[in-house]
């Protein structure tokens, strides 16, 4: 699973250079090119994957076709460089999901996870802060305070957030350099009171509540087996009251 896990950050800036205008300007080929690389990836990294991870992964992908209609198709929150959803995006959801799940687990990570998770968020903040300054980014801020919010909120997350902050930050950023989507320069076009950078810097706070979603569908897919799982430890902590 390391070897995914590394390649993550190759297999982002592939797919969104194979889809960028400039490629378009020569061949047709670049977005189904940017599939397939996707989709290879994905069922590779599907197969690798433990049981719980592949049902998030599963899941994710409706989740994330569900996302993307609402936000891009729906409220225009932001527009691909050609009309619709590219194929390649709901499973490249997925595998960045699943990129910063396996993270989150190595040995590594989690015997440094103290010191590391608030290193990670201070780089959130840092990058939310200067993109605001350069970019006069008020609605990725205005996500970041809100994804602060959450991080705080959820410490046993903490880690996992803030990675996938970071790991989103990327993709974005090499997704709008290459046109394969843009930003509006206000929220949603139209509120002008809320300038928003292309991208704006707090958009994983979409990417975690993505997260929730997904573990929300999991537990309801896996209702039965997680029903038994709350009596087992209802059960067990009677017993050592008992005890």
């Known amino acids: 699973m390391k070897r995914f896990l590394w390649a993550t950050p190759v297999l982002l800036v592939a797919m969104t250079a194979l889809d960028s205008a400039a490629v378009a300007q020569h061949t047709a080929l670049g977005r189904p090119l940017a599939t397939l690389c996707t989709l290879v990836f994905w069922g590779l990294l599907f197969r690798k994957a433990g049981r719980r991870l592949r049902w998030l992964m599963a899941l994710g992908l409706v989740a ?140 994983a706070l979409f990417y975690v509540l993505f997260d929730l979603s997904c573990l929300g569908l999991y537990f309801f897919a896996r209702w039965p087996s997680f029903e038994r799982w709350v009596q087992r430890k209802l059960w067990a902590r009677a017993k050592l009251a008992a005890a």
């Open 64 to 203: 994330a076709s569900a996302g993307e209609a609402i936000f891009s198709l729906g409220l225009g929150m932001y527009t691909y460089r050609l009309p619709g959803i590219p194929s390649y995006v709901p499973p490249g959801h997925t595998i960045l999901y699943a990129a910063v799940f396996v993270f989150v687990r190595q040995s590594g990570v989690r015997r440094h996870a103290r010191w590391l998770s608030p290193l990670l968020f201070m780089a959130c903040a840092a990058y939310s802060l200067a993109w605001y300054r350069v970019a006069h980014d008020r609605f990725g801020l205005i996500c970041f305070g809100l994804f602060a919010l959450l991080w705080m909120a959820r410490r046993e997350a903490r880690l996992f957030f803030a990675a996938m902050y970071l790991l989103v930050a990327f993709l974005e950023q090499w997704g709008t350099h290459f046109g394969c989507w843009r930003w509006p320069e206000v929220l949603l076009g139209r509120i002008a009171a809320c300038p928003s950078g292309n991208p704006p810097s707090g958009v």
